[in-house]
Every structure is written in C-alpha cells, then in structure tokens.
C-alpha cells in the first residue's frame, strides 16, 4: 500500500481509465454512491486482484456493473419479472439486484455463488468509464475491506496507495452510503442490504418486501457481514443525550442534528437541518474526518430510522460490531 496511484480527473481521464481496466488492471472510480475499486469482470486473474487489494476474504461476492439496463438481458438471458421492474423502475440508481450467475462471469467474482449482483451506477462518469472499456466492471468498494467507504477520491489514494493503478477523481458522491440490494426472483422480493434506495421506494414499486439481517458466516450478497465499515478509531453508539465520560480519553462524536452536551475532542454533524438524505451523503465522510483526529473512541448518535435513515444505522451498527472499551 505504499507510494500513491495515478490521479486522473474524470472529464479527461475516462480512455486512460478505460485502457488499464481492458488490460488486468485496477481502477477506483466514482459512483453516486461511493467510489468503486473496478477490474474486468469477465477477467478472473483481475478479480483477483481486488481481492488482493482489499485483503477482501474470498467468500464476499463482488457486484458487477453494467453502463445500461439494456446491458443486462445480454449478459445473462431471461431476465425475471420482478427483477425487470426494478431495473426498469430504478436504472441507472443506487439498486442493486440479485440474478443468477451467467457463463460469462468467472465464479471468482461471485465467490463461487450461483448468483451474482449487478446494478447500472448513477453517475456519468462512472457510466462513460464502462461503456469505454466495452466490459462488465466488477466493482466493491475502493477501500481495504471493512474499513469505512470512500466518498472522495483522496479517500480512496490515503486508503489503498498503490493497490490501485488508477483512480479517477470526480469530486464527492452524491448519496454516501453503498447501494441497496434486492433478491427478487422469487414470489417476494428480499433485501439482502439496505442501502441508498429506501425501502418506501421499493415498497411502492413491487409491493411488500422482506428484509434479511446480515450475516456472520458466508455472505449472500456483497457488504452483509455483520462487523463491516468500521473506521480504524474504536466506535460506538450512544445512549441517549450522554456527555463523554471524565476518564482522560479524548473521544469524538457523530452527531445527527447538534452535538450532545459535554466537553468532546472532535465534533462532526450529519445535517443540523435533519435531512437524512445529506446525512447519508455525509455519513462516510465525517467518520473519515472523526478518524484522523487521533481520538480514542467515537461516540456515534443513530439517527431517524426511516427512509434512507435505517441504511445509515446500519451502518453504524456494523461498525460498531466489534467495539471494544478504550483503554
């Protein structure tokens, strides 16, 4: 991970991008999302490479991206119904949807599943970048795995160095937290992981859905372990309006709207004005800003659980999956 990755600005930098994406190597790229760490999907020697990257286990499937819905019925045949509605209905968008692995892609993407996740990114750039290469790009996260999402590309350069051959910069993603993802090819469609497309939306779209929590043995899809998109920094939720404790720790707090009272080392707000579609924006960012601050725990502040505000405590509750008390 040492030395830093070329930086190419994504209104010039799409054919070089693409160029390294054709020929094995690995491009971190925007999404309206978070940025993607992107290989040829239909390379399994490139896959690897993510994996690799990341230190991602194996068994964590990859999504693969496609530059337009009609893309899909070409890469994997007869598209289920209710599947077809919700690539109709939100593609290109933050959804990603759960179909049955075609031929074409190496199992290694999937993680020897035989399904795969794929979705059409709502972003120009990142939308142009695939079309370029002329392939499917296999894409997590750019970040090392169950470390916090990239939102800016220096995120991406200060996180991944020169695992990454390429990033192409295009400024802050507009939703800030991962896609949701949907499995409905049976009678009822399931979430596998709630994400920037609330789950109103989708209601309104097909009807009742279920929602499966994540999982603490192999995943079913990608980003469902239970301990996932932690900042190195220890991190907690709060309990209620709790000032930080007088033990000599210097902690930070996420705050939803204002800060609790109290004397704390780092502060960062979601939205003082209480839309949590700029509290997801924001989500990744600010925990990025609370880690580099050298505190010794965060102390995060759940916020709304509605609309997009459960895929935001999500988050926070896998991040703090694994919290141990600061010393």
Not at 145 to 156: D, I, K, N, W, Y
Not at 266 to 285: H, N, P
Request: glycine residues 10%.
């Amino acid at each position: 991970m040492t030395g830093s990755p070329r930086v190419l600005a994504a209104d010039s930098g799409i054919a070089e991008a693409a160029s390294v994406l054709r020929t094995g190597g690995l491009v971190a790229f925007p999404t309206e999302t978070v940025y993607g760490l992107g290989a040829n999907a239909l390379d399994p020697r490139a896959a690897a490479r993510i994996f690799e990257a990341k230190a991602r286990p194996s068994f964590d499937p990859l999504i693969t991206h496609l530059a337009d819905a009609a893309e899909l019925e070409k890469l994997v045949g007869v598209v289920p119904p209710a599947v077809a509605t919700l690539a109709e209905r939100f593609w290109p968008g933050p959804l990603t949807l759960i179909v049955d692995r075609p031929a074409a892609i190496p199992p290694i993407v999937t993680s020897g599943l035989a399904t795969m996740a794929v979705r059409v990114p709502d972003h120009t750039y990142a939308r142009a970048l695939i079309a370029e290469a002329g392939v499917p790009v296999a894409a997590p996260s750019a970040n090392r795995f169950g470390q916090l999402s990239p939102t800016r590309a220096e995120h991406v350069v200060r996180g991944m160095g020169s695992a990454v051959d390429v990033v192409l910069d295009g400024g802050p993603t507009r939703c800030g937290i991962e896609s949701t993802i949907v499995d409905a090819r049976g009678e009822r469609p399931v979430v596998l992981r709630l994400g920037a497309l609330p789950l109103e939306a989708l209601e309104e779209a097909v009807g009742p859905v279920t929602v499966r929590p994540g999982s603490s043995g192999q995943p079913v899809a990608p980003g469902t372990l239970a301990a996932h998109y932690a900042p190195r920094t220890p991190l907690r939720l709060a309990s209620g309006g709790e000032p930080p404790a007088a033990d000599g720790v210097r902690r930070g707090f996420l705050a939803f709207r204002e800060p609790a009272a109290g004397d704390w080392a780092a502060v960062e707000v979601l939205s003082a004005a209480g839309d949590l579609t700029e509290a997801a924006a924001r989500l990744f960012d600010a925990l990025h800003e609370l880690d580099a601050t050298g505190v010794g725990e965060i102390v995060v502040e759940p916020v709304p659980e509605v609309g997009v505000g459960r895929a935001i405590n999500d988050r926070l509750r896998r991040a703090a999956a694994t919290w141990q008390p600061a010393d």
